[in-house]
């Protein structure tokens, strides 16, 4: 069975600094998807950045970057000055079946 | 607005009665989804249709839980016999198409509390 893991509960960053999330997963498939979501206090959910296990380029939006390493199974987020709308609780996910980690409550200090 | 929507937001309810919840998914969006989220925890999938078919069903949907999309348009779930352990966040998702084509869209979510 896949499963995801995020080991980090708990990150705090300073406003505009760089911060990294991590995630590693479990699985036996070539193809697949990778997600991080964002999940704001009482807001839903929203996809931040997606990366195709075939693609070796690692996807960038905007502020937000992935360290994806196939080999090793990990897929790291990394937000770019961070803002305090970024405070939230950040999801890994992978599919072809949607599974998300535990999450990592992201708090940013002013 | 026409993203997914969910109703109610909120339902409480005694320790054994019926709740139903209702999820409109975007409206190109064939494929929906239920996920349920406890505190603390990231959403674990429930079900799935394609139009409406229900193609997968998770061990966690017990035979108390019944979910339906009767015209391939909106969803209802239903748990029966409601019992504390159901107490959590109830999120449906749609599945988008062309560039969106593997990202779900998921809905603000219905909490249950069960007293």
């Known amino acids: 069975a896949q499963t995801v893991t995020q080991s980090q509960p708990e990150m705090s960053v300073q406003e505009a600094e760089t911060v990294t999330l991590s995630c590693t997963y479990d699985?036996?498939?070539?193809?697949?998807?990778l997600f991080w979501y964002k999940q704001p206090p009482s807001r839903q959910m929203i996809l931040v950045i997606r990366?195709?296990?075939?693609?070796?380029q690692n996807a960038t939006e905007n502020r937000f970057s992935v360290n994806f390493q196939k080999a090793a199974k990990s897929f790291s987020l990394k937000i770019s000055d961070s803002q305090l709308g970024d405070a939230a609780m950040y999801f890994c996910?992978?599919?072809?079946?949607?599974?998300f980690g535990q999450g990592t409550r992201l708090t940013i200090n002013p | 607005d026409t993203g997914v929507s969910q109703d109610p937001r909120h339902k409480i309810t005694k320790r054994g009665q019926n709740v139903t919840f209702r999820c409109d998914p975007i409206?190109?969006?064939?494929?929906l989804y239920w996920y349920r989220q406890t505190l603390g925890q990231g959403p674990e999938f429930l079900t799935y249709?394609?139009?409406?078919?229900?193609?997968?069903k998770s061990r966690l949907l017990s035979d108390r839980f019944s979910a339906e999309r009767p015209k391939g348009s909106f969803s209802t779930l239903e748990i029966q016999r409601t019992e504390q352990g159901d107490s959590a966040m109830y999120l449906c998702a749609s599945r988008g198409t062309g560039d969106s084509y593997n990202e779900q869209f998921f809905g603000p979510g219905t909490r249950l509390t069960v007293l």
């Open positions: 249709f394609q139009n409406e078919a229900q193609l997968e």
């Open positions: 990366q195709e296990a075939y693609k070796q």
């Open positions: 699985t036996s498939e070539s193809d697949y998807y």
């Open positions: 409206s190109e969006h064939n494929r």
């Open positions: 996910a992978y599919r072809p079946k949607l599974v």
